[in-house]
């Protein structure tokens, strides 16, 4: 996981839990969030872009954001916000949501509703595995919002059997 993000004046430098450093990534006009170890999101302000790195610094995506702000990674899903607007960019589909899950499902062809089930299926997966474990350790006594996210969980479940 990663414990700290140092900006300096040519680069990031990403740092683990014991202060060892994982990765340098350049940052002329951005901004990094880090999210566990999974990704690094650079939002280019210059270039009006999001770019995604793995933790090896090498590329995987990068989408046109506008003005928008990245909220979060879950998986391969870059969730970012423009105003009160909700979009997803899932590099498996290579595809932007925008709006809401029924714009993004109108949009899609029949193939690739298939893959996003799929690709849904896979991120449920996960967070099942993951709630199981937090269950074990008795993590879930400090999340209070736990079901605000069993019931988004609930919902993400009924869209992928619809």
Known sequence: MISKVLLLEQCFEVYDEQSILISTLPCAGKILAAFGSSFYVINNLADDIV?????????????????KIVLKVINDAIIVRNGVFIESYDILLNKLYINNTTAAY???????????R???K????IINALKSQMAVNDYYSHLPRLSEISKLLDEIRKLSTD
């Open 122 to 125: 896979q991120h449920l997966e």
């Open 118 to 120: 799929s690709s849904t």
């Open 106 to 116: 109108s949009k899609l062809t029949e193939q690739a509703l298939v893959d996003l």
């Open 51 to 67: 770019e995604v790195y793995n933790p090896l610094s090498q590329r995987l995506s990068f989408i046109p954001v506008a003005d």
